[in-house]
Structures are given as structure tokens and as C-alpha cells.
């Protein structure tokens, strides 16, 4: 890796940290504690049913038209300390946006040197 990268990935990490840091300790609002607690309820062996079909289960009173298995996992690994301790799935989101930030970190360090040829 070239002199820097590990600053700017320090950079990057602080910068996410001040934006989505102060997110950590909020609350569910609205139909998260339906969501919450429908995706604690199912067993893992869940996780492949949700590429296939609605995530919900129909707690709307109708089948909305999307499939999103990570959301879904997602909520059913951080509430393994209860519903209503949203810490876990609060920080993992922090992690996920630092993550994504460094890997767009990395790709814009080589489409100049790719273009350049």
C-alpha cells in the first residue's frame, strides 16, 4: 500500500464516527419494535427463506413487494440482547459505513491509475 493510506483510513473511520457516532444509544421508533421483535422471534435457519420472499411476514396486513435477507439477519443477530437494546445493531451499523468507507477509499485509489493507462 502507498505512504498514507493508513491516515486516510484513519480519516475515514473518524469522519463516520462523527456522524453516526451519536446514533449509538437511540431508541426504536415508530414499527421498529414490530420489526424487532418479529426477526428475534425466527430461528437462524430463517436466513435462506428471506432471498426467496418478504421479510414481514404480513405484520402490515399486506406482502411488501422486497426481499432483504441482511437487513433482516442483521436485526436478528443484535437483538440477541433483547429487543429493545439496540446498542448492537446500532454499532454494527456504525461498523458496516466504516467498512463501506474504506472500501471506497480503496477503489477511488485505483480508478485514477486504471484510467491513467
Known sequence: MQRGWGLAALAVA?????????????????????????????????????????????????????????PALSYQLTTAAGVTNTFANHALNIALHVANGWLVLLASGRVPHRLAR
Open 14 to 70: 473518524l469522519a463516520t464516527g462523527a456522524v453516526y457516532g451519536p446514533t449509538v444509544m437511540g431508541y426504536p421508533v415508530q414499527d421498529d419494535f414490530g420489526v424487532l421483535a418479529l426477526l428475534s422471534s425466527k430461528p437462524a435457519s430463517y436466513f435462506p427463506r428471506w432471498f426467496v420472499s418478504t421479510w414481514m411476514d404480513g405484520i402490515w396486513g399486506y406482502t411488501p413487494d422486497e426481499v432483504r435477507p441482511f
